[in-house]
Every structure is written in C-alpha cells, then in structure tokens.
C-alpha cells in the first residue's frame, strides 16, 4: 500500500475494500455496536509493548463498561473506524478478524477539537494501515466539524510520532507538540469544515450559523496561513464584517499574532 487515496464520505455506508498482507480482504468502515467480540479479541491478541503504548498501562483486561463505551458510538462525537479481515460478502472472518481501530472523541469544552488514539495489531503493523486509517478518521473528522486533533503519546513512541508527522504532512498541516514529562502531546489542523448537504427543513438554522462557520474557517486559516489570513481579516474588519469582541475572533486573532501589536 503506498500514497494517497480518494477521500470517501465517512457515513454508515462507507466501506473500503483492501488487500492484506497475507492476501486476505480486508474492509475499513465505522465501528458497529456487534464489533464488541472483535474489540475484545483484537484486545487478547494485541502485544504488551502495543498495549501499554495504546493505554499507558499494562491493561490485563477490559471491563463491559469500557467495551460498551468503546464499541456503542454516536459517530459524530465518538468516531472509530475499523480495519477487519472479511470474507467475499463483508462479514467478518471469525471472532479474531479485527485488525485495527482508529477513534477521535470531540473534547466537551472545546468541540472544534478531538483527542484521537489508534492501533493496529502487531500482525499487519508497518504495511501503511496506521496512515490510512488515521487519514480516514480525519476525513470524518472534518465531516463534523472537528477541526484539530489533539494525541498524547509516550515520547519513546517513534512509530505513532512518524504516523502524526506523515499525517499531518499529507494534510498539508503541521505537528505541534510539547512534552508533559513522558508524554508527548501534539496537535495538528485538519483542514476546514466539511459542510454536509443541508436538509430543506436545516437551512434557515445553517443560515444563523454562517458567521460560526467564518469564525471556524479563519481559525483554521490562521493556523496555516498567518500572513493571508491576517490580511484578509483586516480587509473584513474594514468592511465591518467581524466583531472585534467576539471570543472566537479573538482567538483567530491570537493564532495570527495580532496580540502582538496590541
Ligand atoms: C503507531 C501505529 C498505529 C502505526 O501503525 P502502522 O500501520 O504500523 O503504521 P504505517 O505502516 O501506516 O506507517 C505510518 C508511518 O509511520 C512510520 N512507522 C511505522 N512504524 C514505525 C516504527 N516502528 N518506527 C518509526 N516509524 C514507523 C512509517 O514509516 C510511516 O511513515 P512514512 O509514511 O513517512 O514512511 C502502530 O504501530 C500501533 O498500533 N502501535 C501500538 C499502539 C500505539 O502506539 N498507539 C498510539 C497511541 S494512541
């Protein structure tokens, strides 16, 4: 496997179709409620150092609880996508056929961002399925509106510190990180909001949320391009379209260094 793919629309229906390394078809689609049994093999057979990488904890097991929670997903502010080995219909070879998982959850207080995790087990790890899966769970991301994720990681985790630098690079973004003693915190943008198709009955609600949608877009912009996006931010403060005490402008305005003058 190698580059890039089309970006599919990342909805109950998507599926996608992929060759496994022991030439085995694989499919990627969301989590299901009936993965619970994949989960927790996928759990068994995953190696110490995977786990406690993926958990920051030896983890022997996990409880109904965290399966419940890890498999029954709203798939708009908990999202995962899975990577299973299937037969020719799709459906799962056995209880062991889950090979990978890929999650973000929206933060309560700061929805525009979501804290993502991933892991593929050791068996199929290193033939591209990391990227293509976080890729995936980007793309849905941006579909609702998540615009950044944030990841913690052990800073001695070289393979998930190389797959945010690959896929923040193939957005066309950039990794900022930090570390918090051993861990190596990181966020990058993913690219703007992607509107979907607004139902009749949505329009006018999606009209009143336009200036929400600016503020998203410039947010997005000043991360990426400071210099364009401040001109063009000065450009609509003279035509009188932004409210300089708005909180969201003003974090747009933080991002682009405009402080700095003040
Ligand atoms: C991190 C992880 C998801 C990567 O998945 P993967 O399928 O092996 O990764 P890919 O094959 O798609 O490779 C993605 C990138 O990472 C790099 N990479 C993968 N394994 C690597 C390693 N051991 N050391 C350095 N770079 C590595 C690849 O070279 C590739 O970068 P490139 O495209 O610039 O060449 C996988 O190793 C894993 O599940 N680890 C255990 C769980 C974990 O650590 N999760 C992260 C905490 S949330």
Known sequence: MSGLQATPTIDHAYEEWVSL???????????????????????????????????????PRLSDREISY?????????????????????EPLGPGAGLGVARFIRLRDTPHVAEA???????????????????RLAQAASERQVLRFRTEVLAQNNAMKALLQRTAHDLGSTLRHHYEGPVFV????????????????????????????????LRFAAMRFPAATRLMVETLEWLDV????????????RLMGFEDDD
């Open 21 to 59: 390394p022991d030439g085995r078809r694989g499919l990627i689609r969301l989590m299901r409620p009936s993965d619970r049994v994949l989960l927790v093999n996928g759990f068994e057979r995953m190696s110490p150092q995977s786990r406690y990488r993926r958990f920051f904890s030896a983890k």
């Open 70 to 90: 890890l498999t029954e997903l709203d798939h708009h502010d908990h999202v995962a996508v899975v990577l299973v080995a299937v037969d020719d219909r799709g």
């Open 117 to 135: 995790a991933i892991v593929i087990l050791d068996e199929v790890q290193g033939s591209g399925f990391g990227r293509l899966l976080f890729q």
């Open 186 to 217: 990181s966020e990058f943008a993913l690219g703007p909001p992607i509107e979907p198709t607004p139902d009749a009955g949505e329009l006018d609600e999606q009209s009143e949320d336009s200036q929400s949608h600016l503020y998203d877009l």
């Open 242 to 253: 932004l409210d300089e005490d708005d909180p969201e402008i003003r974090e747009a305005a």
